[in-house]
């Protein structure tokens, strides 16, 4: 088991090599996350009353189509000098290879999250402190990732990915996003625990379900 | 074959009525083929006969439509891991990342095989490729030629006894073939069991036992090196890929 373990590091570790280098997926992502949340900042008035009300929808949209963009470039590293097929002759089992794929996607959303949510917060003068909100990211990120990751490998070998991924994938994705909006706008209302529990419950339930079914189709979407 | 659909074993390489389909096109039809080990042996024919299918299907990449392939006595359908640490494959992509170093590619493509003494082995199959001076590099900044040369310390960083070459001359400039070359003949010199594809005749005799021309997915010709008359090989081979055409 250790040793399924050290290998899922060295595929994650790998990648976030690569990406310290090349810095690819977060400087995009990043970029193109923040200037959704500027244009929101002065389409709407951070003062008044709806902001409680819009600033989820804000933050999930800017966090959802950001990430498409660095789930384009998961599987972009594996397909120059085809190393996807060195992977594939590795005696490990495909899970490992997507559990080492998904552990860097989710790390880089979560770097990314953990950048623009603070900017969000103080665009829009929400409070800073707000733990349970880190929670929310770290729920809604692995649902987020664990399709994603999946349907990045899917995307791979088609022409026009970078038009056929969001297609595919955002309705899928759809639940785990819808409650994490919900959720963020308990947060932000400073509702109780209670008022969020059931879409909390829902997004660990899509979570699992995501990550089960993923782990057991991505063998099939990797081989030739 | 045994009840078990493992091969005997005294193989290295057991390959019975291998075929393979795309749609409606047979890039493979009732392939035959048994090396012995150690043996090296070389496969030739044009493009498009089906000698980078045998080679994905010999290295588990792709699954065959029919008939049975063992290497060293595991079947690659039943047992794809086991048979995973016994082969080794050079192709002209290299599989390497060029955003790491020399050093870390190797690291990686190790640990994934679970090699023991990984530091020493790193050091040795670069000295091997005579690439030392190059080990904390990354492999983008590197020629073609010594990204091959990488690609193939690479494809024996885990000591498998199979070796497949699929064109590993491909891409690169005259320079870069001589190097090559050179490491693919000590290659050649080890116990390994070889089994490449190429368009070079000159190398692919010398290096080779037993070479194979296939034509349409098919094995049309096979003969030991010693049996041949270069002259009248070449005639040969030059009359399929004439048709080819």
């Given at each position: 088991m250790s040793r399924m373990y050290a290998r899922v590091f060295a595929i994650f570790w790998k990648d976030v090599l690569s990406e310290i280098r090349t810095k690819e997926i977060v400087t995009a992502v990043l970029v193109f996350a923040l200037l959704v949340l500027v244009i929101f900042n002065f389409a709407f008035d951070p003062a008044s009353g709806t902001t409680a009300r819009i600033a989820p929808g804000i933050l999930w949209v800017a966090f959802t189509f950001a990430g498409i963009l660095g789930l384009n470039r998961v599987f972009a590293i594996e397909k120059e000098n085809s190393s996807l097929a060195g992977l594939r002759l590795c005696p490990v089992d495909r899970m490992v290879i997507f559990w080492g794929k998904l552990a860097g996607s989710f790390t880089f959303m979560l770097v990314i999250a953990a950048v623009i949510t603070p900017i969000f917060l103080v665009l829009f003068n929400l409070p800073l402190f707000l733990p349970r909100l880190a929670l929310i990211i770290v729920l809604a990120t692995l649902g987020f990732t664990s399709v994603g990751t999946l349907f990045s490998a899917l995307a791979m070998?088609?022409?026009?990915r970078d038009i056929m991924l969001p297609i595919l994938f955002l309705p899928l994705v759809v639940p785990v996003i819808i409650g994490a909006v919900e959720t963020t706008a308990c947060v932000l209302a400073g509702g109780p625990w209670s008022d969020m529990l059931t879409w909390l419950e829902i997004m660990i339930a899509f979570d699992i379900i995501y990550l089960v079914v993923a782990t057991l189709m991505f063998e099939f979407v990797i081989e030739e | 074959m045994n009840e078990t659909g493992a091969g005997s074993g005294a193989w290295a390489i057991e390959v019975e009525g291998l075929g393979k389909s795309f749609g409606s096109h047979r890039a493979l039809t009732g392939i035959c083929l048994k090396v012995g080990r150690g043996e090296h042996v070389t496969v030739f024919g044009p493009n498009g006969a089906g000698k980078t299918s045998l080679i994905k299907i010999l290295s588990t990449l792709m699954k065959p439509s029919a008939g049975t392939v063992c290497l060293d006595g595991s079947d690659i359908s039943k047992v794809p891991s086991e048979v995973r640490r016994k082969i080794g494959l050079v192709a002209h992509q290299t599989f390497l990342y060029d955003d790491l170093t020399v050093y870390e590619n190797l690291k990686f493509y190790g640990k994934m095989y679970d090699v023991p003494n990984l530091e020493e082995q790193i050091h040795n199959v670069v000295r091997w490729v005579r690439l030392e001076a190059r080990l904390h590099d990354r492999v983008g900044t590197l020629s073609r030629g010594m990204q091959q040369r990488i690609s193939i310390a690479r494809a024996v960083i885990h000591n498998p006894s199979i070796v497949l070459l699929d064109e590993p001359e491909v891409g690169l400039d005259p320079h870069a073939i001589v190097m090559v070359r050179e490491v693919l003949d000590s290659l050649s010199a080890g116990e390994r069991t070889v089994v490449m594809t190429t368009h070079n005749l000159e190398q692919g005799i010398e290096m080779s036992d037993r070479v194979v021309i296939l034509y349409k997915g098919r094995i049309v010709y096979q003969e030991h090196k010693d049996r041949i008359d270069i002259a009248t090989f070449r005639e040969t081979y030059d009359r399929y890929t004439e048709s080819a055409k």
């Open positions: 070998n088609i022409r026009a | -």
